[in-house]
């Protein structure tokens, strides 16, 4: 018989906190659960959920304001020190002391934790071992891509061996390499020690790893099971449409998620339009929709479950992101005597740090209009490359031009004429919304009665509150003050670098339906991103590696070069690196 008591129980546990408008709102509302020792758990939900609020009052770091929660059969409200010192936890931004090496970060952590000394040398070595990371052992952790950071975050909070290990989102803003290898770590750290571990996430893929998940909404829990378990919620809905002839499968899919009386969720893959229908829904009018393009039946996935239940729970589905604009007020950009040519040129481009080359002889066009994908693992150069697409950093050599203007002559000129949303938003959080615009607006050159109706626009079509502080906004009402920010000024091309990164599917619905209705709109997009799935809303797509163009196609064509044709984009990504790196590594061994 078993006596050892689960992992956390949970009774109707409650957690409120006061919003910015002074009211108070519940994080967490009467949750009750139950997690066993020695699994793997997944916390899923849109941003808002409550998986933050809950993974921080079992690390001991919030007090419910009621309910119970033992942890390791502990009453944390009794004795939260005691469950501390069992656990790990990695929070989303990990504390990483990037002047400091990979092995005085370990250091670091070890006398932190209070690790004896003589059990050290193998936990470290264990551990580097794991995380690939034995060579870099000298390395600041600042000079670190963002997939070694994360697997560095990990191995600091697994210095001390815990039996309970929280996981915050530990793959946000990393590449599917390497969270291909932060999740085997994390496996091979349960089957090896017998480890409980909960995790929350954004990728339903991981979830799908997971021997139990929990869907949890505006601080409820909406449903728990198996993978398997959930995705049968779904069965018998899950469809797939092939788009006719010449029409773009995210054009489909935009007028698909405009008629949500049909149809709950609705996503490109490999050219066709993956689709969950609404139960009971008019199959003469769903026909309709679809133009009587060729639709089947396929077999229902865990992220077509969590959709289901998300709209079931709220209705609306939880719009968090940026409503699209409407085909009359879309942004136009402006016609400027280039014709039908290629808005974008890069020829034989190079940047170079020092004697490390970031960029190696990249060569691609971007046509008006086009959304083009710019993606490669962490430390690939596809940032350095973006950056020199927006006028930030001057190449090295090569030919650029931005809407017809040479780059590495007139960045100024041709910043005029670009819209750009960075990763990390650039945004005055003490100011209001309006009072951002404005100042957006002003910086960009707009001036007097035409930057005031200017403004005023944005914040329609955007559906903001311009009275509202930015600094106190949900992340998905960030993301879409960023994204009106960038287009005030109406450019002709758009850049978005990794624009949805540590977003939940909801959430990238949203704003992708707002890109297609920008791209109709003859708004060129460049687009950096981790979610390979994101890839198939792009005409094309480039993947880079080591400063190295590996592919650049359509879609399809980029999976058939990498000879997974029936598969996901994330499986064709991860196989054109690891073909290249590879022939690389013989290349050299034979050198």
Known sequence: MNDTPPSVVIEGLSKTFTGPDGKPFRAIDGISLSIQPGTLVALVGPDGAG??????????LLRPDSGRLEVLGI???????????????????FGLYEDLSVQENLDLYADLHGVPADVRAERFSRLLDMTDLARFTGRPAGKLSGGMKQKLGLACTLVRVPDLLLLDEPSVGVDPLSRRDLWQIIEQLIASDGLSVIGSTAYMDEAGRCDHVFVLNQGTLL?????????????GLTHVVSPADGVPARDLQARMIDAPDLVVDAVPSAGQVRFICQP??????????????????????????????????????????????????????????????????????????????????????????????????????KTTTFRMLCGLLPATSGELQVAGVNLRKARAAARARIGYVAQKFSLYSNLSVYENLDFFGGAYGLRGKARYQRVSEIIRQFDLDPDAQSGNLPLGYKQRLAMAAGLLHEP????LDEPTSGIDPLARRSFWRTITALSQSGVTVVVTTHFMEEAE????IAI?????????????????RSGITDGYMNEAFIAIVEQARAAEAGGLEAA
């Open 75 to 93: 009453d944390l409200a009794k004795d939260a020190q005691t469950v501390q010192n069992r656990i790990s936890y990695m929070p989303q931004r």
């Open 223 to 235: 449903a728990e099971g198996s993978p398997d378990d959930l995705r049968r919620r779904a069965e």
């Open 280 to 381: 009971g829904c008019d199959q003469a009018a769903l026909k309709a929709l679809l133009h009587d393009c060729d639709c089947q039946p396929r077999k229902e996935e865990l992220e077509d479950a969590f959709m289901l239940l998300l709209h079931q729970h709220d209705g609306s589905g939880g719009d968090v992101s940026a409503p699209p604009p409407l085909a009359s007020e879309a942004p136009v950009a402006s016609q400027n005597g280039h014709g039908d040519g290629p808005v974008i040129v890069v020829r034989d481009l190079v940047r170079r740090f020092g004697d490390f080359t970031a960029v190696a002889n990249t060569s691609f066009d971007v046509k008006r209009g086009e959304i083009f994908g710019l993606l490669g693992p962490n430390g690939a150069g």
């Open 492 to 495: 002709e091309i758009l850049f």
């Open 544 to 560: 880079q590696d080591a400063g190295r163009l590996l592919a650049l196609g359509t879609p399809r064509e980029v999976r058939e």
């Open 51 to 60: 998986k933050t609020t809950l993974m921080r009052m079992m690390a001991g």
């Open 537 to 540: 809303y792009c005409d094309r």
